[in-house]
């Protein structure tokens, strides 16, 4: 079973912050996944990374796969409010032959302040 | 367009009713999942079709049922609920359940708030 350790659970920050996610695994992904979801909506894709020390931009959100693409972080620089949500990350892999499924991390509760 | 829909918004049931959850895409992907989610957590994987066939249950009780009718619709059919089950029902759809990076990427819809009585 692989499983995805994310940290911190929960963070609360002022306008204007930066801030980093990790997730971490002892797996091996084939892709890795970022979204974010805003309360009683669904997770939005915001970014897919599948290359080993990639380095994805998204305006202020800055995405890496790790080199042994095992691990991911996500980096947001002067934080809005508009930026609270839960971030998920999902690790990709085939499970049991051919079934390729999603592996989530536990979440990040980010609330940034005004 | 990267839109999954899903109906109803909410839903309340009692734990005798029979009730379906609908899922519909039209980005001609081919695998389409259910999962469920409760507050605060992350989504958890319930069923996945790939090609309009079932390819992955995860041991999910009998008294939740897919149907995948064609390859844009994904039903779940719920009788006899319990009041644990409440939650929040998450359709998403990927191109394939194999091949390129871009076949992996799963789109949500915006979900069904269900609450069983």
């Known amino acids: 079973t692989q499983l995805l350790e994310q940290s911190p659970q929960f963070l609360s920050i002022q306008e204007g912050e930066n801030l980093t996610v990790y997730c971490n695994s002892s797996s091996v992904f084939s892709s890795l996944q970022w979204y974010r979801q805003e309360p009683g909506e669904g997770p939005v894709l915001l970014v897919t990374v599948v290359t080993g020390g990639e380095v994805k931009k998204l305006k202020r959100l800055t995405f890496q796969f790790g080199d042994a693409r095992k691990d991911s972080s996500l980096h947001i620089t002067a934080a809005q409010p508009g930026d609270t949500g839960l971030y998920l990350c999902a690790g990709g892999g085939y499970s049991g032959g051919s079934n390729y499924k999603l592996t989530f991390g536990k979440g990040t509760l980010l609330t940034v302040n005004p | 367009d990267t839109e999954v829909t899903q109906t109803p918004k909410h839903l309340v049931m009692g734990m005798t009713n029979k009730k379906s959850l609908k899922c519909e895409q039209h980005?001609?992907?081919?695998?389409m999942y259910w999962y469920k989610q409760k507050a605060k957590k992350p989504p958890e994987l319930m069923f996945v079709?790939?090609?309009?066939?079932?390819?992955i249950n995860e041991s999910v009780p009998s008294r939740f049922s897919p149907e995948c009718p064609n390859s844009s619709l994904l039903n779940l059919h719920l009788h006899a609920l319990q009041p644990e089950d409440s939650a929040l029902y998450l359709c998403a759809s990927s191109q394939r359940t194999s091949g390129g990076s871009s076949s992996y990427e799963q789109y949500f819809g915006p979900g069904t708030r269900l609450t069983v009585t």
């Open positions: 980005m001609g992907h081919r695998a």
């Open positions: 079709y790939s090609y309009e066939k079932l390819s």
